[in-house]
C-alpha cells in the first residue's frame, strides 16, 4: 500500500489534534445531558437549604434538566463544601453557600480546599441583612440608646450566638469593635435555641437573620434596633437602617451565592448563570424567596464577575476582624 502523501499525512493529524478542541465545544453546547445537583452544606430545613430547593426548581426550566439538592452538613459547611470542590468541574455539582461557608470558614477553620482558588463564583442570588434584636426588657428603645446602655454596663450584657464563628459571634465581635465596649458572649448550638433564650429573657441581644427574627419583632415579643444595610428591608420598612440609627458603616449580610468547581469550562458556568439569572427573575421565585425575606440583588450584581469582587471584599474585611478577636471554629 502506497504510503500517504506528506501533505494528506499533515491534513490528518492535524484533523486529529483538532478533535479534543471540537470534543469539549460540543460537550460545552450539549449540557446539560443528566441531571445537575445542588450540594447544601447544612441540614434540610435550614434558609440556605429552603434557597437551594426554590432556585433549583426556577433553574430547571433554563437546564432542560432535573436539578436535586442534596444535604451534606457538617463542620459549619466545610463538608458540603469541600465536596464540590473535589467534584469534576463538569457543571453537574454546584455548591450553595454564604457569608459564613464561603467567608468566614476561611478565617476560623483550617479547610482542605481555598475558598478562591478551588471554586468558580456562578452568580449571587440572595442578600439577607442581619437586625440587631433585644429581648423587651431591655430598656433601650432605639439604637443610640442601646448604645449608651451597653457602654454604661460593660462585660454585663449577654450576646447569644450559635457558637465559636457563627455569623452571631462574628456580627457582635464587629458591633464591639464599632461602639468600643464589651458584653458577653453565650454560645449555643444552633440559632433556634438562641432565639429561645432570647423570647424567655435568658440573654439580652442577638444579631439574627432578618428573615429568621421578623416574625418574632411582628409579633412584639422582641424589639428590633436596626438592619444592618444601607436601604432598609423591603419586607420591613418601618425598621431603620444602622446608618440612620446612630451606627453609620455598620453593615452585615448573610449573602448567598452558588459556585462550581475550579476549571468548570466558561461556557458552562455562562449556561448556569444564566439558569440562576432566569430564575431569579421568575416572579414565583422572587415572591418566595421575599416571603423568606431575602432580598435579590439587582441584574448587574448577578454576574460571576460580581459576585466574585464581592467574595474577595468580604475575605478583605472581615478575616482581620476573625483573627485580631483569635476567633476559632469548634
Known amino acids: 500500500m502506497k504510503p500517504p502523501h506528506r501533505r494528506q499525512f499533515l491534513h490528518l493529524a492535524a484533523g486529529a489534534a483538532a478533535l479534543p478542541a471540537a470534543s469539549r465545544i460540543a460537550r460545552a453546547q450539549a449540557y446539560p445531558t ?65 457569608w459564613s461557608t464561603h467567608v468566614l470558614n476561611g478565617a476560623t477553620y483550617a479547610l482542605s480546599y481555598d475558598l478562591l482558588k478551588d471554586f468558580e463564583p456562578v452568580s449571587l442570588i440572595t442578600t439577607n441583612p442581619q437586625l440587631i434584636v433585644s429581648n423587651n426588657s431591655v430598656p433601650a428603645k432605639d439604637l443610640r440608646e442601646l448604645i449608651a446602655w451597653l457602654k454604661a454596663n460593660p462585660d454585663k450584657a449577654s450576646v447569644g450566638t450559635a457558637g465559636a464563628g457563627s455569623t452571631q459571634h462574628v456580627a457582635g465581635t464587629f458591633f464591639q469593635n464599632a461602639i468600643g465596649t464589651r458584653f458577653q458572649f453565650v454560645p449555643y448550638r444552633g440559632g433556634a435555641p438562641v432565639m429561645q433564650d432570647l423570647l424567655a429573657g435568658q440573654i439580652d441581644l442577638t444579631f439574627d437573620q432578618a428573615a429568621n427574627s421578623l416574625p418574632q419583632v411582628r409579633a412584639g415579643r422582641i424589639r428590633a434596633y436596626a438592619v444592618t444595610a444601607k436601604a432598609r428591608l423591603n419586607s420591613a420598612p418601618d425598621i431603620p437602617t444602622t446608618d440612620e440609627a446612630g451606627l453609620p458603616g455598620f453593615y452585615i449580610s448573610v449573602w448567598h451565592g452558588l459556585w462550581l468547581p475550579a476549571r468548570t469550562p466558561k461556557d458552562v458556568i455562562a449556561k448556569v448563570n444564566t439558569a440562576a439569572v432566569n430564575a431569579l427573575a421568575n416572579p414565583n421565585v422572587r415572591a418566595r424567596l421575599a416571603d423568606l425575606g431575602q432580598e435579590i440583588p439587582p441584574r448587574d450584581q ?14 478583605d474585611k472581615w478575616w482581620p476582624i476573625i483573627k485580631a478577636a483569635n476567633i476559632k471554629g469548634e
Open 34 to 98: 443528566r441531571q445537575v445537583t445542588i450540594v447544601v452544606p447544612f441540614a434540610a430545613g435550614g434558609p440556605t437549604d429552603t434557597i437551594a430547593r426554590i432556585m433549583a426548581e426556577g433553574m430547571r426550566a433554563s437546564l432542560g434538566q432535573p436539578v436535586i439538592v442534596e444535604n451534606v452538613a457538617g463542620a459549619s459547611g466545610s463538608i458540603g463544601v469541600g465536596r464540590v470542590a473535589r467534584a469534576a468541574p463538569d457543571g453537574y455539582t454546584l455548591s450553595i453557600g454564604h
Open 302 to 315: 448577578q454576574t460571576p464577575e460580581a459576585l466574585s469582587s464581592y467574595q474577595k471584599a468580604e475575605i
